[in-house]
């Protein structure tokens, strides 16, 4: 598979030599963030074949089988104070949704912040986590991705069988893995050489890809629901809600659901 994804990355890819294959492991994120604390360079990347622990946002588990997937961390050490990174999830996903398009010949959408998603099936995810020195200065931004590739309905476990899907079940033929690992490297490479410089070129593409604008969405915090109408995405990848009772807010935290999706009616 290594040598299969080497050989799909465009000549302009720099960071080939970064490039750790597993067949098994725990989840790339947790072994990306070790080789980072022990020095790794800029532009490091893991990819596994499976994944026994791949995890996502708030500590949910992200189903990870064997040959179906993609499964890939990259490391990055950004030149720049955290609060320039606010939108690094945005601009990753605008990256993939490239690679997607690029590799599977369809382009996904995103449903805010970090879901890829087509129609109402979500086809992967991503979860970033930032890393500081001892001297509270950031020391790497971690970004991991996961994207279901070949499965079949069938063989996504049954508590998610009717909102996951995969890019084969939505392209409608087989999905070379090798092909879309290569792209999403090129498409993060790319990503990496604009993130600080094209901030608002990023955002305004996340916009355009973003499923959840113009929706109406609930925001779930522990045991509140609050039902609004998402409006805007802001300049630091908030979504800006309208409430029922008429205010307005950039959320950044909290679940959103999009009614029509993942089960919201
Ligand atoms: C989500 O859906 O909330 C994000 C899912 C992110 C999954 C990817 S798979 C590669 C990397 N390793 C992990 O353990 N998680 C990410």
């Not at 050490?77 to 990174?85: D, G, V």
């Not at 690029?102 to 879901?115: L, Y």
Request: charge should be neutral; include cysteine; hydrophobic fraction near 40%.
């Amino acid at each position: 598979m290594k040598d299969q994804i080497l050989s799909c990355l465009s000549p302009a890819y720099p960071w080939r030599e970064h490039l750790h294959f597993f067949p098994t492991i725990d989840s790339t994120n947790d072994h990306i963030r070790t080789l980072a604390k022990a020095g790794a360079p800029h532009g490091t990347v893991v990819i596994a074949d499976h994944q026994t622990g791949g995890h996502g946002r708030r500590g949910r588990s992200f189903h990870s089988p064997e040959g179906v997937g993609v499964y890939l961390s990259i490391l990055l050490r950004p030149q720049c104070i955290p609060t320039e990174l606010m939108h690094l999830t945005c601009a990753t996903a605008v990256a993939m949704c490239r690679a997607l398009e690029a590799s599977a010949g369809f382009r996904p959408g995103i449903k805010w912040t970090n879901d890829l998603v087509s129609g109402k099936r979500k086809l992967g995810g991503i979860l970033t986590e930032l890393g500081f020195t001892p001297q509270g200065k950031l020391d790497y931004a971690i970004i991991g991705v996961g994207i279901n590739c070949r499965q079949t309905m069938g063989d996504f476990p049954e508590d998610i069988r009717d909102m996951a899907g995969s890019l084969a079940m939505i392209a409608g033929h087989d999905i070379d893995r090798a092909r879309v690992a290569a792209a999403m490297m090129d498409a993060l490479h790319r990503m990496d050489s604009r993130l600080l410089t094209e901030k608002a070129a990023i955002l305004a593409q996340y916009k355009a890809d973003c499923i959840t604008l113009n929706r109406d969405v609930v925001l779930v915090r522990g045991d509140e629901k609050r039902y609004g109408h998402a409006i805007d995405v802001d300049a630091e990848g908030a979504l800006v809600v309208r409430f029922a009772d008429g205010s307005i807010e950039a959320v950044n935290s909290g679940e959103i659901s999009v009614r029509g999706m993942y089960g919201y009616v």
